[in-house]
């Protein structure tokens, strides 16, 4: 897998944790939702783990010649 790759995996993997965070966030404003609070934070905590994973990974392959500047 290439840097560009890993990348792209981190970048959907932080948009996933970003949007479980919000959906987190709403539920915590509704009384009738706050059951959901907690497994859609812990699911975004997950994502933003991944994320981290993938760019670290990312940060330790070589660049492409293509992406090159």
């Known amino acids: ?3 560009e790759q890993r990348l ?3 970048d959907a993997a ?3 944790a970003a949007g479980l965070a919000r959906e987190a966030e709403d539920a915590a404003r509704h009384p009738d939702n706050q ?3 907690q497994p ?3 699911a975004g905590a997950l994502w ?3 994320a981290r994973a ?3 990974i990312a940060a330790a392959l070589p ?3 293509e992406n090159r500047g």
């Open 1 to 3: 897998m290439t840097r």
């Open 8 to 10: 792209t995996m981190a």
């Open 14 to 16: 932080a948009t996933r």
């Open 35 to 37: 059951r959901k609070v």
């Open 40 to 42: 859609l934070t812990a």
């Open 48 to 50: 933003a783990d991944v």
């Open 54 to 56: 993938h760019a670290a």
């Open 63 to 65: 660049e492409t010649e």
